[in-house]
C-alpha cells in the first residue's frame, strides 16, 4: 500500500533549523520525483522544493533558496529537507508528494499520493 508520512516539524526561533523526512512505502521509490510543500490556511498549497528521481536535479521556490537543502536517499526510502535560518513566513503545515517521473516541477497539481502533513512554527 501506497504511503508518505512526514515527520520533523515542531516550533523553531527566527533563525533557528528544522529538518523535515519524508518516509515513503509501497512505490516504486528510485523513479519517483518527490516533492516538499506547503500551505497556510486560506492559501494555495506552495511548491517548496523537489528532488528527481536520480537525485542529480532540485528545484527550489525563490524564498528559501539558500537556506533550505533537498536531498535523498534511496537505500531508506526517505526525502529530507533541511531548513536553516528559518523565518516567520515559513510557517505553514509541510508536505510531501510524488510525481511518478516526467518533468520536474513544482506545481503541486503534478503531484499525487500525499502525506498528512508536519506543522512547521516559526516564532519567538
Known amino acids: 500500500q501506497l504511503q508518505v508520512v512526514e515527520s520533523g516539524g515542531g516550533l523553531a526561533q527566527p533563525g533557528g533549523s528544522l529538518r523535515l523526512t519524508c518516509s515513503v512505502s509501497?512505490?516504486?521509490?528510485?523513479?519517483?520525483?518527490i516533492g516538499w510543500f506547503r500551505q497556510t490556511p486560506g492559501k494555495e498549497r506552495e511548491g517548496v522544493s523537489c528532488?528527481?528521481?536520480?537525485?542529480?536535479?532540485?528545484k527550489y521556490v525563490d524564498s528559501v533558496k539558500g537556506r533550505f537543502t533537498i536531498s535523498r536517499d534511496d537505500n531508506k526510502r526517505t526525502v529530507s529537507l533541511e531548513m536553516r535560518n528559518l523565518r516567520p513566513e515559513d510557517t505553514a503545515i509541510y508536505y510531501c508528494g510524488l510525481k511518478a517521473g516526467g518533468t520536474l516541477t513544482l506545481r503541486s497539481e503534478d503531484y499525487s499520493v500525499w502525506g498528512q502533513g508536519t506543522q512547521v512554527t516559526v516564532s519567538s
Open positions: 528532488i528527481s528521481s536520480h537525485g542529480g536535479s532540485t
Open positions: 509501497g512505490a516504486i521509490f528510485y523513479s519517483t520525483h
